[in-house]
């Protein structure tokens, strides 16, 4: 749900800690991510900085992602993983058992990002903003491969040629 309600990329979330947090601010500093590299001896997870210094940045959390932050318990450096680094494999089949048990379509979890992004975009979010919280480059990005249009903004935006 954090990332839902932030953008945040699974790497980048579950790579929180608590010393990211501005309990002050309601923000979350996005400082660091955790991936995955196959290598010869298998796959390795590895901490790193995030993919490019627009990575790097600090998300105002709204009421909603504070309430999910706020409700966790501090065992531990990072916010999510019972006092360990959680695995970013663990939560996507988690994800998916969710999805599953729902009855929903299953989706990676960068649906999530994309979700974020289309929401506010819908509610009138200028791009800049929308790519300086999902941490790109350059807008040119968020433009696309996160400007989805639904259906109803589809109709809504037609509708507009009755006034003319």
């Known amino acids: 749900m954090l990332c839902l309600y932030t953008g945040m990329r699974l790497g980048e979330a579950i790579a929180i800690r608590w010393s990211d947090v501005d309990e002050k601010e309601r923000t979350v500093s996005v400082c660091r991510e955790i991936y995955r590299i196959?290598?010869?001896?298998?796959?390795?997870?590895?901490?790193?900085?995030?993919?490019?210094a627009a990575s790097r940045r600090t998300i105002p959390l709204c009421a909603k992602a504070w309430a999910i932050v706020a409700g966790l318990d501090r065992c531990g450096e990072?916010?999510?993983g019972d006092g360990e680094t959680m695995m970013p494999r663990r939560c996507q089949y988690a994800f998916v058992k969710m999805q599953r048990m729902s009855g929903i379509k299953v989706r990676n979890f960068h649906?999530?990002?994309h979700t974020f992004a289309t929401r506010l975009l819908e509610r009138g979010v200028d791009f800049k903003t929308l790519s300086e919280l999902l941490g790109h480059e350059n807008v040119a990005v968020t433009m696309r491969i996160y400007s989805h249009s639904l259906m109803t903004t589809k109709k809504a935006a037609v509708q507009l040629l009755d006034e003319v």
């Not at 196959?38 to 490019?52: A, I, Q």
């Open 78 to 80: 990072n916010i999510f």
């Open 38 to 52: 196959r290598g010869e001896c298998g796959m390795r997870v590895f901490v790193d900085t995030p993919k490019s």
């Open 111 to 113: 649906v999530l990002r």
